[in-house]
């Protein structure tokens, strides 16, 4: 069958593609490999920013929705040194320009705005080829087959779209994550909950630490940040859930125990995250019928953009598009045209903070890095 805009990909940024492209009278459809919405968990908190994920949903319509979903708080920062002591601590008094949802919250507004049918789900892509004259089929898991005319992959890290466009592939970028949550934390774990206070925490050291948040209901949500190579974790069996924890708790003998009771008395497994990255600053020449956006695009170490600037890519195509229905080439000229340097800014400032986060000088140096921001504000 044939579609005018085909979306792979039902993440934040191909939901708001979707949903601006609604709005202008642009019919698309997204076809995302889950099964059904709640196939996952969503992951967890993002701060959603004045200067570009609040723009997008703006442009979506559906700010007034996002602000229902706000966590009142949660811009609340604390820096723990390793003995458990609190070196910075920034209140939340309501002016912050990056307000914290649920990421899954997020999602289902988005989900919600959509006609039915416009999500298809469980239709895993396998494979994309050009058909020549700007016209693209994509192959799904179950053989069958998708040509459109214009193609947008918004299919993450490992996109199989960008090979349409880009040789370039993810690389390990020398750090992973070890993800834990502690449920009714106010209850059951009051010692780790009081120090990760109202919004979120890091404990950091040279090469490791801990960035806790406290999310809907009290549950905190912890990554375990290791800056060791891929075949120190490979050794680690993770379908053995307590001695993984204890692998990974390890790595921090000697922190304060309210510290490493985030990683000891996790509720869930611990999951494994590494990190990956395509080229700072990774661009393609222009390829009729068919562009990327978010980490399919621009896939960077986590900086707080990445969601943001999924969604202000979707919302930006998706005004091109509105812009020049009739020359689809110069719309997705213009879109490129400003995500590139837009990705490669983001990619860069979020090497020089994981610098700060993890160099031989943390936590001092991040916290005179954030003190001499206020000071310029």
């Known amino acids: 069958m044939t579609t005018d805009v085909t979306i792979i990909g039902a993440g934040l940024g191909g939901l708001t593609l979707a949903r601006v492209l609604h709005l202008h009278g642009i019919p698309a459809t997204v076809y995302e490999a889950e099964t059904s919405p709640t196939a996952r968990a969503q992951g967890g908190m993002l701060d959603i920013h004045d200067y570009n994920g609040q723009l997008a949903l703006q442009a979506a319509g559906l700010i007034d929705e996002f602000r229902s ?7 609340a920062m604390r820096i723990l040194d390793r003995d458990g002591t609190v ?4 209140p939340d008094d309501g002016t912050g320009g990056r307000p914290e949802v649920q990421r899954g919250e997020l999602r289902q507004i988005l989900l919600d705005s959509l006609p039915a ?26 053989g069958s087959t998708v040509v459109t005319s214009l193609l947008v992959g918004a299919d993450g890290a490992w996109s199989r779209v ?5 040789a370039a592939t993810p690389e390990y970028a020398g750090r992973s994550y070890v993800e834990t949550y502690l ?20 404990a950091l050291a040279p090469s490791k630490g801990l960035q806790a948040h406290r999310e809907r209901g009290g549950t905190l949500h912890t990554y375990v940040a290791l800056t060791e190579a891929q075949d120190w974790f490979a050794a680690i069996d993770f379908t053995d859930a307590a001695a993984a924890t204890a692998r990974i708790a390890g790595e921090f003998d000697g922190w304060a125990p309210e510290l490493t009771a985030l990683i000891t008395d996790c509720d869930t497994a611990p999951a ?6 395509l080229p700072v600053g990774h661009r393609w020449d222009r390829v009729p019928g068919v562009t990327l956006l978010g980490d399919a695009a621009h896939l960077s170490v986590p900086n707080g953009e990445g969601a943001n600037l999924a969604m202000y890519d979707g919302a930006e195509l998706g005004k091109a598009i509105a812009e020049q229905p009739d020359d689809i080439e110069a719309a997705l000229t213009a879109y490129e045209q400003a995500m590139f340097p837009r990705g490669a800014e983001a990619a860069a400032e979020g090497i020089q903070l994981n610098e700060l986060l993890f160099d031989d000088h943390t936590p001092h140096s991040l916290i005179t890095a954030f003190t001499e921001a206020e000071q310029a504000s």
Do not use: C, I, M
């Open 272 to 277: 494994l995250r590494p990190l990956n990255a």
């Open 183 to 202: 449920f009714d934390g106010d209850a059951r774990h009051p010692a780790a909950a009081k120090a990760v206070g109202g919004g979120s925490l890091l």
């Open 87 to 90: 070196l910075f601590d920034q």
């Open 117 to 142: 049918g416009t999500v298809r789900w469980g239709r895993k892509v396998s494979s994309t080829r050009a058909l020549g004259e700007s016209r693209h089929e994509v192959t799904l898991a179950d």
């Open 69 to 75: 979903l706000v966590l009142e708080g949660r811009q």
């Open 162 to 166: 960008r090979p349409l466009l880009s």
